[in-house]
């Protein structure tokens, strides 16, 4: 097999869960490490890997790819993965593509939305935009409320009832652990009415640590330095 | 999730269009190979156009469309902020055709001489610009002779079936272009009818 290699900023949540697919799956890699922050991926050599200059992408031999679920799919279907992270029946994938369809312009838009509007802009000196920041919100709400009524149907399970993750629930949940950067009591106002969520999430924790834990030690870090400098 | 297209298919049910498009072309024999290549990389790269299509052109037409033409025909007050910020939204996006998704001398996407869902799906989005101003129409897409090209190699693949399916929008097209042409000889209806910019 060819050398794989991931173009990764821990701090992305697609890059996440890429990197966690992998390492989950004994797939062999190299990671590079990228920073936005310092604008790694606005380099010409990066450009060459993906036009579009984002995080993630990789390198698979000559063959380059971006976006994470192409990428998940992608991935899935070289190396030998066991089938629940993508399964091989036409209808069951045919759902997984449409929640990770769905996921662009719900859950995405409105956790990542949020916050861009309320951490990101300020900090790069932008105006208060509190209409901006009320209308991720309500879309991120009700993105918890339609996974929860649509596709965790039961406690003890993944989305679509299934009882083993797949490569949705790692894109999906690696997202709502972006909400870990706001504060306690704004996460806690989002996500506590949504216990199906939480179970879930913890659910894929458990699945897929302790690389979960591993990928996520930036983020956790970066949490824990903001909330040290606020105190 | 009270949105269309959606497809039964016996008891199956299924939203998203690239899902559907997918699950269709996998599911029905018959379908040409262009259409969702059996090859990995090839059917990866497609992946990575659709999934590019929601926040980018997709945006981008939406938005533009929804703030310069929708919204004032159903008598909703005109965004021009919303309206200017989808404009970029929307440019940028094909932009990144012209240049990315269709470099190269191949006739679609991804450099392919044959189309795949992909084209079909970007195609469409673009086609929704038929309902704009002409003047704003020719601005938006003037800058990119490769795409205009693609569009015309499309709608060539897919011949009489394209222009059938497109039979509502051309003629809501017709219909918008008489109410701006009413407007223009009536101020005030002018003034909210508009399209911006």
């Not at chain 1, 409105?110 to 208060?128: D, E, M, Q, R």
């Not at chain 2, 673009?126 to 003047?135: G, P, T």
């Amino acid at each position: 097999m060819a050398s794989l290699t991931i173009f990764a900023d821990r701090k992305s949540q697609p890059s996440r869960a890429i990197l966690i697919f992998c390492k989950v799956n004994g797939i062999e890699f190299e990671e590079v490490k990228m920073d936005l922050f310092k604008g790694d991926h606005l380099t010409a050599e990066y450009e060459a890997i993906n036009p579009m200059k984002k995080v993630p992408a990789i390198a698979h031999g000559d063959f380059t790819l971006f976006e994470s679920h192409a990428i998940l799919i992608y991935l899935a279907c070289c190396y030998n993965v066991s089938e629940h992270w993508y399964p091989t029946d036409l209808r069951t994938r045919a759902k997984l593509h449409a929640i990770m369809d769905w996921h662009h312009t719900n859950l995405r838009q409105g956790a990542a939305g949020y916050i861009n509007t309320t951490v990101v802009a300020p900090k790069l000196g932008k105006p208060p935009n509190p209409e901006g920041a009320a209308e991720c919100e309500r879309k991120l709400i009700a993105s918890f409320s339609t996974i929860e009524t649509m596709w965790l149907k039961n406690d003890a399970s993944f989305l679509l009832a299934r009882d083993q993750p797949s490569i949705a629930d790692l894109s999906l949940v690696c997202e709502i652990m972006q909400l870990e950067i706001l504060s306690m009591e704004e996460r806690n106002r989002m996500i506590r009415p949504y216990k199906k969520i939480q179970k879930w999430v913890e659910r894929v924790k458990n699945a897929t640590n302790p690389y979960f834990d591993e990928i996520h030690q930036l983020l956790y870090e970066i949490v824990a330095s903001s909330k040290q400098q606020e105190a | 999730m009270q949105q269309v297209p959606a497809i039964v298919d016996g008891r199956f049910k299924l939203f998203e269009s690239h899902a559907i498009l997918i699950y269709l072309a996998c599911s029905f024999p018959g379908v040409a190979d262009h259409w969702y290549p059996a090859d990995v990389s090839k059917r990866a790269k497609i992946h990575s156009v659709l999934d590019w299509h929601h926040s980018n052109l997709r945006r981008g037409a939406m938005l533009y469309v929804i703030n310069t033409t929708l919204a004032p025909a159903l008598g909703f007050p005109l965004n021009l902020q919303a309206a200017a910020k989808a404009e970029k939204t929307l440019d940028a996006s094909l932009s990144k055709i012209e240049s990315i998704w269709l470099k190269g001398s191949g006739k679609f996407l991804l450099g392919s001489n044959q189309p795949s869902i992909a084209d079909l799906s970007l195609v469409c989005e673009i086609m929704q610009l038929e309902v704009l101003d002409e003047n704003d129409r020719a601005r938006i897409l003037g800058p990119y002779s490769k795409v205009q090209e693609w569009i015309e190699n499309t709608k060539n693949a897919t011949k009489l079936h394209f222009d059938d399916v497109h039979g509502v929008l051309y003629r809501a097209k017709v219909k918008l272009r008489t109410q701006r042409e009413n407007a223009q000889s009536q101020p005030s209806l002018k003034a909210a009818l508009q399209s911006k910019m």
